[in-house]
């Protein structure tokens, strides 16, 4: 019977403890989903007050836009004063803007786009903040409303559309179309994926270009928003820029901003590294071509010194030389310059 009392103590106790157990586990297991939804929690409030400011500085710029067409229409000199005035609380509300977002940012450079939309970006390319995906792809512009400052995009390569926010659309710079003519080799945005990629115009048609990728050797026919010119410069180029540059400084592109994923981190640390290098290389060929010249100017010099006093470089005249003249005079220096005029005495 004790024995038997004793077991079901022994196996009390067991159940006990690893309950115990279990429930510590447990607690830690919450404690763990709690921080990670408390980080999501403060990058949610962040993007949240980045949205704020974001869309007060554009608001600010689109009011400073409306002013200016104002002051640009008025006749009247009291009416011409008060918007001046707010043009000028304007302009310093949005100075203090910018620094305010760069601070919550904590970087010197925007993220977002701070430009305000213009009708005439429709039908042209843009990079655009994917509102689910978080990260920026290319896009077409289809609508823009001036006033609220937003824009209809569709997504390059996937049948999606958006409305979004101008600091959320990045407009791509127009092509120089001067310098797109058939058989030149220059980038394109290929509408199956909406990346770049390298292409070689074959023709121009009505629609825009006729373009054959290079890797694919597809054939597409895209309009001028579609095209870059060439942004690699030649290896020789590189080289001389990186020669010249007195202390390595990061380029604009590959600074690693907040809202960069790990792909594009780990991208822009890759293309650093393999910069570094070079210009450590550079340093040392600078380095050694000092020591070249040093040693040849040396090794000039000694040669000179070792042929002794009177040695005369090549295409050097004498100091002894003569005059042609029958009045010439030996052994005076600098002679071939004219002879000494001596005073005839006269007899008494």
Not at 42 to 59: A, F, G, M, N, V
Not at 95 to 116: G, H, L, P
Not at 169 to 193: F, S, Y
Request: proline share 3%; glycine share 4%; hydrophobic share 25%.
């Amino acid at each position: 019977m004790e024995n038997k009392e004793r077991s079901r103590s022994q196996s009390k106790s067991r159940s006990h403890s690893s309950v115990e157990k279990s429930s510590r586990s447990r607690g830690g297991s919450v404690e763990s989903e709690g921080s990670v939804t408390n980080q999501s929690e403060y990058d949610h409030r962040q993007d949240e007050s980045l949205d704020k400011q974001y869309t007060k500085l554009i608001e600010y710029k689109n009011n400073l836009y409306k002013i200016d067409t104002l002051i640009s229409l008025e006749k009247d000199e009291k009416s011409l004063s008060e918007l001046h005035k707010l043009k000028n609380n304007l302009q310093q509300a949005i100075s203090y803007q910018e620094e305010n977002i760069k601070m919550t940012q904590k970087t010197s450079s925007f993220v977002f786009s701070t430009e305000r939309l213009l009708p005439d970006y429709v039908d042209r390319v843009c990079s655009a903040w994917h509102p689910r995906d978080k990260r920026w792809y290319h896009a077409v512009v289809d609508k823009v409303d001036s006033d609220k400052q937003t824009a209809d995009v569709s997504w390059i390569g996937y049948p999606e559309k958006n409305t979004l926010k101008a600091m959320y659309i990045k407009m791509l710079p127009v092509p120089n179309i001067a310098k797109l003519r058939q058989g030149v080799t220059c980038e394109a945005i290929n509408p199956q994926d909406g990346k770049w990629q390298g292409v070689v115009i074959e023709k121009l048609v009505d629609k825009g270009f006729l373009v054959k990728f290079r890797k694919s050797g597809n054939k597409e026919t895209v309009n001028l928003y579609y095209l870059r010119e060439p942004r690699n410069q030649p290896s020789g180029n590189k080289t001389l820029e990186l020669n010249s540059m007195l202390e390595f400084t990061i380029p604009e592109h590959l600074k690693i901003l907040p809202n960069d994923s790990m792909e594009e981190r780990n991208r822009k640390k890759k293309k650093l590294k393999h910069l570094k290098q070079g210009y450590k290389t550079s340093l040392i060929d600078r380095d050694m071509q000092d020591k070249r010249s040093k040693w040849s100017n040396f090794n000039e010099k000694s040669k000179l010194q070792g042929r002794g006093h009177f040695y005369t470089k090549k295409n050097t005249e004498s100091i002894f030389k003569t005059s042609d003249t029958l009045n010439g005079r030996v052994g005076f220096m600098n002679s071939g310059k004219g002879m000494t005029m001596y005073r005839i005495h006269e007899q008494w």
